[in-house]
């Protein structure tokens, strides 16, 4: 068969063969393996999770595999990897301490049928807005919270940092498992660095009889299939005003971690994802997870760039990832609690250092201040305080910056015509942000009798630009002056039909189009005779 019969039967298959991973055997062993290896690091951090929002550990694994396997099947990005966060870990601590795990269980749900209503009406999309400084702000803050929570495995029960020899094994092993990641690619794709590295350290520790700290230490993993349980609480109109706020939270920052995990994955990747569709995938898995004893859970951005940097592109992976998790709970908890926390570690270290948008540093001194102070201000909030409170505002500062930004661009050309009429030749939008500097260009009281505004290249852009267009025509109506306006789009004069303002609009010098007002101050659409034409 020729390259052109191949590539034409390529093209035929079903569009689910790629996706899932199916199209050859290395495609498949690569997703397998990468999934191996995400649901290896999976094991501690939804242990980890657990013991932060003061719940049963088994509460975090069931997570992890429910959320990962619904999000992994029917999600908006595959090769993502979702689970048990500590993102939402924190939010849900009060709420446990406060009125009990179950109380989590009924807030999972709810935070899942939000999450549902924010796919079906296309809220994902607005996932867009968020601006480039912010996304890098993002990444460098995520990074440092993944490092920073490595160090806690570096002290020991008491809560004290350990020394001496323990430290120097840790380190040692957590300098292995890095050295072998970054190795293995250069000898062999076959198999994932973080999985090759995980086994050989994992081997040397326990043929060596090595005592350093292992995943046995954090907790039990043993457990058995998660059950339907309804959550035992009073459905009260009370109980419902407990749980709304946490709901609400939850939900917007398991969508804004996954929305975002989403978007870096795809740039990653070069390719696109479905931002509604993860968001009602989010929501159904964590509905399913609320009913069987989960703490919910959103995309995982540290397992989602493991499976990256591992080859995983397809769904496989992530359901492979899920379906292992599972399979190390019912089958395999002694021989993963073996695992040494030192080479999982290493692997995290490796992703905080594939996470760390490095080039940031490059442009601080390229791009203009303010995006450089969205950068630092993004990332110190993402590590003091929680992600959704970062890009929440840090688009805000954005969005002020842009509107500053945009008001200093607002200002007019001066000239007077052969008629003796002073033309205000605009530049620049009139909105909220330029009114001020809009105001300021004018000089009614010592203007001739006759102004004309020409809005060739302005735009009135919200209803502060109108009130302030008003304005300006009282001022000169209080001079006995006549203002005209030229040039204005279809748009604007839509939006000053309907405010209902009396501003008279020139149709002399315009005769094009017009705008006047009748007698009882209505706006009214002046036709000329080129247009009856």
Not at 61 to 72: D, E, N, Q, R
């Amino acid at each position: 068969m020729n390259e052109q019969a191949v590539s034409a039967a390529v093209r035929k298959r079903p569009k689910w063969i790629k996706e899932f991973g199916f199209e050859s055997f290395s495609r498949i062993r690569t997703e397998i393996f990468s999934g191996l290896t995400v649901a290896l690091a999976l094991v501690p951090e939804a242990v980890a999770f657990a013991f932060v929002a003061h719940v049963n550990p088994l509460v975090g694994l069931y997570a992890a595999f429910i959320v990962g396997i619904i999000t992994a099947l029917f999600g908006g990005r595959p090769g993502m990897i979702s689970g048990a966060t500590g993102a939402l870990a924190v939010v849900m601590v009060s709420l446990v301490v406060s009125h009990g795990v179950e109380y989590l269980f009924a807030t999972v749900v709810l935070m899942g049928i939000i999450q549902i209503v924010a796919g079906v009406t296309h809220m994902g999309k607005f996932i867009r807005m968020v601006p480039h400084p912010v996304m890098l702000g993002f990444v460098n803050g995520l990074a440092i919270v993944i490092f920073l929570a490595q160090l806690g495995q570096f002290k020991n029960s008491s809560g004290a940092w350990i020394t001496g020899m323990p430290l120097y094994l840790m380190l040692g092993f957590v300098s292995l498992t890095m050295a072998i990641i970054f190795i293995m690619p250069k000898i062999t794709k076959a198999i994932p660095g973080p999985l090759a590295a995980i086994v050989v350290v994992t081997l040397i520790v326990i043929g060596l009889n090595i005592d350093i700290p292992r995943v046995g230490d954090l907790a039990s993993i043993a457990g058995g299939l998660p059950t339907f349980h309804i959550p035992d609480m009073p459905f009260t109109w009370e109980s419902f005003m407990i749980i709304l706020p946490y709901a609400v939270i939850m939900a917007a920052v398991g969508l804004i971690e996954s929305l975002l995990t989403l978007n870096l994955v795809s740039e990653m990747t070069d390719t696109h994802g479905g931002a509604s569709k993860e968001c009602a995938a989010q929501g159904v898995a964590n509905v399913v997870t609320g009913f069987f004893g989960g703490m919910g859970g959103c995309a995982m951005i540290g397992q989602s760039m493991i499976n990256v940097k591992s080859g995983g592109r397809a769904r496989l992976s992530g359901i492979v990832a899920a379906l292992s998790l599972l399979g190390f709970i019912l089958f395999a908890s002694g021989l993963i609690e073996q695992i040494p926390l030192a080479a999982l570690i290493g692997v995290m270290f490796m992703v905080v250092i594939g996470t760390f948008a490095w080039n940031s540093l490059k442009l601080m001194g390229r791009i203009p201040r303010h995006d450089v102070f969205t950068i630092i201000f993004v990332t110190a909030i993402t590590v003091a305080y929680d992600l959704a409170v970062a890009v929440v505002a840090g688009v805000i500062i954005s969005a002020l910056v842009f509107a500053w930004e945009m008001a200093k661009r607002t200002h007019a050309t001066i000239k007077i015509d052969e008629n003796g009429s002073k033309i205000y030749k605009l530049e620049g939008p009139v909105f909220f942000g330029s009114v001020a500097n809009f105001m300021e260009l004018f000089d009614p009281k010592n203007d001739p009798d006759d102004v004309i505004v020409d809005f060739i290249d302005s735009k009135v852009v919200d209803h502060s630009g109108l009130e302030a267009i008003d304005a300006l025509a009282d001022k000169y109506d209080a001079e006995g002056k006549t203002l005209h306006l030229r040039h204005l789009s279809a748009d604007c004069r839509q939006l000053l039909h309907k405010a209902r303002k009396i501003v008279e609009v020139s149709v002399l010098e315009d005769p094009a189009y017009g705008v006047a007002v009748d007698y009882e101050g209505n706006y009214v659409v002046i036709n000329t005779p080129q247009e009856d034409e």
